[in-house]
């Protein structure tokens, strides 16, 4: 027999999960692949180096805010860039 909890939260990691993905298409569809294929109109760095700038503007917010109802936003955007970031290190991988 299932325990309720383990339910709950295995529900809450899948609603959690598809919500931080409708994001990241959204934002994706917005911007373009701007995360992984960066314009480098003012910046020159790679998706890699720019995806990691991003995250720690996000991680700068969080270390000024805190973590609560005003920064929960911070944390779905930190959660798409650690996304992103694994894709552009794989895509980096495989043009090597």
């Known amino acids: ?5 383990t ?11 598809v919500d931080v993905m409708t994001l ?3 934002k994706n569809k917005q911007y373009g692949d701007s995360a992984t294929n960066p314009a480098k109109i003012f910046s020159k760095l ?3 180096e720019s995806i990691c700038c ?6 700068m917010r969080i270390k000024n ?7 929960l936003d911070t944390i779905d955007d ?7 970031l694994k894709i552009a290190i794989q ?3 495989n043009e090597q």
């Open 65 to 71: 805010k805190g973590i609560n109802e005003n920064t």
């Open 24 to 26: 990241l298409l959204k």
């Open 7 to 17: 339910g709950d939260t295995r529900y809450k990691i899948k609603k959690t999960m």
């Open 54 to 59: 991003r995250i720690d503007d996000k991680m």
């Open 46 to 48: 790679g998706a890699v």
């Open 91 to 93: 895509d980096e991988k």
């Open 78 to 84: 930190l959660i798409g860039y650690l996304v992103l």
């Open 1 to 5: 027999m299932q325990n309720k909890h």
